[in-house]
């Protein structure tokens, strides 16, 4: 029982550094730009919101099939496929809790507005540097409430690693997966136990993500 | 205005009368072939037939939970044997429709032979199953693979979808080489397949049950008992399964 | 310190358009005036970079700052807000500056002494109040060594209490680093108090632009421009208060009264600014009459506009405004080159020079 459970930890850590990495950058510009193509950009970050994961699932599973361009590619440099993988795990969580990182710090980022910027600009401080030093500690609540959503997403997630995990015991057998298995083969009693798991953790993230909403708020003026 | 769409409201509902709706929960290596035959009973009856897919787990459970179900068409035999025994289906009215057939599929031409112990056997990275604690062709393709002494040489590289249209994606996407699946749902003239013999697994006796909320409903029983007409057995023998054993 | 500015910009918004060209020596504190919409805050956003325009370029001292991005401007700016970072205390704010700053400016000490810093560094930014927050954000305008200061309507949030009491703060400073500044501002009396050059600015364009005194005395009270006309003079302090808490001022010969300068040694010299409705006009030195300042002065100009006479008064060097009725004006009979007496109802002391 631990397996599904250290696996899904491991899935949900680095599935929230990479979100991270990737999101900072994608984040401001999205706050920042007068870009037309900004709303085609936001579209597409949104739509994992919306799409059901088995769509999500399926098409993913066509990109990563070694006959496809990208299954095909990485089954050139690494020697193995995507799918079935815990790297294609990571990379489907990437897609698919996107929107979960990206939008919090796109409101944090947009409540830190030009005004302070253009001080920080007047004070020396470059691009990157103003970014560190001024707009990334302005928003660490939102950045903190991104990597919580993004975590708990993925701990949650089940129907696009069910279409691309092919549920291999150590690798790919996620919490979710195995509280379904259970559930189907009438093993109620287990179900229960990784279930109320399950619960308690998403409330206590929750309710983490909530408790951070009302804190100290900074003053700006 | 209004009142012409009130009339042929009035009409359309009158013109149904004495027909009847049925809710059947399918499972889902059987679905196709049921719409196939409930569009033929609605022609010759009258009634509606609406076919609800899913995997035999799933509906059993919905309908543990009291999902409005009128019959339950199972992949296996036992849960329609429980839903009797809880008292949410009707005692006799359980009977084989269809016995499964297992066939081994790949998308590439080439990789199946005539001896598919030999595919089994050569050179691949995944091999596409469903999952064998829910789906009970799962159950048979680890009973083949058993029975032909692979278990241990293909153990790490199964990997299970959720159900046999799950295993069938696997493979038809190529991201598994082979995989087992039912040979209702083996595609035309496409890639290369063997049909597994019957001895190498238990018989998936796929039955069919009346549940305890379309005892009085004429469209499920009279679609149960058109099951097992002449007419429906060609239609399901001709999709892949041994037609049951006539009651 | 000494800097030619040059400003050759077209820069267009909407249907606004910005259209500035001067070169002038930076130094002192330049005052930017005009009424709202004139272009003023679009002239110290494209100085600081934080706007392009759509031609034209900025050219400092030899140096081209057109296609520089605003951190590498050598330029401090004072918004009007105070824009202080909420996650850094006041000495947050201000290491910030320092950590960035270019070599030769101030050092924090000079700043935090000259704008009396030092009770607040330890505070948080939200418990500053409006006029605290602004001395700090100037304090760390100042520690980036700018070689320009841009200050857009720094007082213009505040109300007449605050703002009292952060000018002189802010009149000291800008004297005391002497780094040249831009001033904007639609409140005459700032500009009265800091400037020493003021350019007018009037739908995007210079109306105006020369010593701070000689702009003042020559602006039109046009409808709407929020300011009245008048005059600074500046005078030299010739005795104490006396008993009644007036002293005496030497406006070019003749004697002035003015109430308060506790504390002015005397031949300091203050800046006054008397309103062109607060001088009325006699053409015999009159008697027995409240009023105590009263001025010889010669008729150099007479302009009527419509029910008023507007007369521009030569009092030996210093020029005063009047304003009074044209009716009044034909009465006494007033012509350009007489000698009359200007009666000084009140005088608004601005500060010293």
New interface residues.
């Given amino acids: 029982m631990t397996g599904p459970i250290l696996l899904t930890l491991a899935l949900a850590s680095v599935t929230t550094l990479i979100l991270m990495a990737l999101s900072l950058p994608l984040a401001w510009w999205l706050a920042t730009t007068r870009s037309r193509i900004k709303p085609v950009i936001e579209a597409v970050t949104a739509l994992p919101l919306i799409l059901p994961p088995t769509v999500l699932g ?1 098409y993913l ?2 990109l ?4 496809s361009p990208l ?1 095909g590619f990485w089954l050139e440099v690494t020697g193995t ?1 995507l ?2 993988s815990f790297t294609g795990l990571v990379v489907a969580s990437v897609i698919y809790s996107l929107p979960f990182a990206v939008q919090p710090l796109q409101a944090a980022f947009e409540r830190v507005g030009p ?2 910027m ?10 990157l ?2 970014f560190l ?2 707009a990334l ?2 928003s ?1 609540r939102g950045a903190l409430t991104a990597a919580v959503l993004s975590f708990a997403h993925t701990v949650g997630e089940f129907g696009v690693i ?3 995990g ?3 015991e150590g690798r790919t057998r996620t919490i979710s997966i195995a509280v ?2 259970h ?4 093993e109620y009693a287990q179900a229960h136990a990784l279930s109320a798991g399950l619960l308690v953790f998403a409330f206590v993230t929750l309710f983490a993500v909530y408790a951070l909403g009302r804190g100290r708020k ?4 | 205005m209004l009142r012409a769409a009130l009339l042929a409201l009035l009409f359309a509902v009158s013109a149904r009368a004495g027909a009847d709706e049925a809710l059947i929960a399918v499972a889902a290596n059987f679905a196709r072939t049921a719409e196939t035959l409930a569009e033929a009973y609605e022609a010759e009856s009258g009634h509606m037939i609406t076919i609800s897919p899913g995997s035999t787990g799933q509906l059993y459970a919905r309908i543990v939970q009291g999902a409005p179900y009128d019959a339950f068409l199972s992949a296996d035999t036992e849960r329609p044997a429980m839903l009797v025994e809880a008292g949410q289906a009707v005692a006799g009215s359980r009977f084989t429709y269809a016995l499964g057939r297992l066939a081994l599929w790949s998308a590439d031409p080439d990789r199946i032979g005539p001896d598919g112990a030999a595919a089994l056997s050569g050179d691949f990275r995944f091999l596409a199953i469903a999952n064998p604690r829910t789906a009970p062709y799962g159950a048979a393709a680890m009973e083949t693979l058993e029975a032909l002494g692979l278990t241990d040489a293909v153990q790490d590289r199964l990997v299970t979808g959720g159900d046999v249209g799950s295993a069938y994606a696997f493979i038809a996407s190529g991201n598994a080489e082979l995989g087992f699946i039912a040979l209702s749902q083996l595609p035309d003239g496409q890639g290369s397949a063997w049909i597994v013999p019957e001895h190498l697994h238990t018989p998936l006796a796929q039955d069919a049950v009346l549940l305890t909320r379309g005892a009085d409903n004429p469209a499920a029983t009279g679609f149960l008992a058109y099951l097992q007409t002449d007419a429906a057995r060609a239609v399901i023998e001709a999709a892949g399964y041994a037609a049951g054993a006539r009651e | 310190m000494s800097a030619d500015l040059v400003l050759d910009l077209t820069h267009r918004r909407g249907d606004f358009t910005l259209s500035v060209e001067v070169s002038r020596p930076a130094m002192g504190v330049t005052g930017i005036f005009g009424p709202s919409g004139a272009g003023k805050t679009t002239l110290l956003r494209l100085i600081a970079g934080f706007d392009r325009p759509d031609r034209g370029r900025i050219v400092f001292d030899g140096e081209d700052w057109t296609g520089l991005p605003p951190s590498r401007r050598p330029v401090g700016t004072v918004f009007q807000a105070p824009r202080l970072f909420p996650h850094l205390s006041v000495r947050g704010n201000l290491d910030y500056a320092v950590k960035r700053a270019a070599a030769g400016g101030p050092g924090f000490a000079d700043v935090v002494e000259a704008l009396d810093l030092a009770p607040l560094l330890d505070r948080r930014t939200h418990t500053l109040s409006g006029g605290e927050a602004q001395r700090v954000a100037l304090g760390r305008a100042l520690m980036t060594a700018p070689r320009l200061l841009l200050l857009d309507e720094p007082l213009a949030a505040l109300d007449a209490e605050r703002k009292a009491a952060i000018l002189p703060y802010l009149g000291s400073a800008l004297k005391r680093f002497a780094i040249p500044a831009l001033y904007v501002s639609h409140s005459i009396d700032e500009m009265v108090r800091l400037a020493d050059r003021i350019m007018v600015l009037r739908d995007g364009r210079v109306a105006a632009f020369g010593p701070a005194a000689a702009v003042i005395e020559g602006l039109d009270p046009a409808p709407g421009e929020g300011f009245e006309a008048g005059v600074i003079v500046e005078a030299a302090v010739a005795d104490r208060p006396n008993a009644y808490g007036l002293s005496r001022l030497d406006l070019a010969g003749q004697a002035l009264t003015v109430p308060g300068l506790d504390g002015v040694s005397e031949g300091a010299v203050v800046r006054l600014r008397i309103r062109a409705r607060d001088v009325a006009i006699a053409t015999q030195r009159p008697e027995g009459l409240s009023i105590r300042n009263v001025i010889e002065v010669r008729l150099l100009e007479r302009r009527d506009r419509g029910v008023h006479a507007d007369l521009l008064l030569d009092a030996g060097g210093p020029h005063l405004r009047a304003r009074i009725t044209r009716e009044s004006a034909d009465a006494l009979s007033l012509v350009e080159g007489q000698t009359v007496f200007a009666l000084i109802k009140t005088v608004s002391l601005e500060g010293l020079v």
Wanted: hydrophobic fraction near 60%.
């Fill in positions: 399926f599973l066509l990563m099939a070694p006959a299954g496929t799918a079935f005004d302070m253009e001080a920080a600009a007047s004070l020396r401080a470059r691009p540097d103003a030093t001024v500690p302005l660490a069910l279409m691309v092919g549920n291999i379904w298995e559930v189907e083969s009438l900074l003053h700006v003026r």
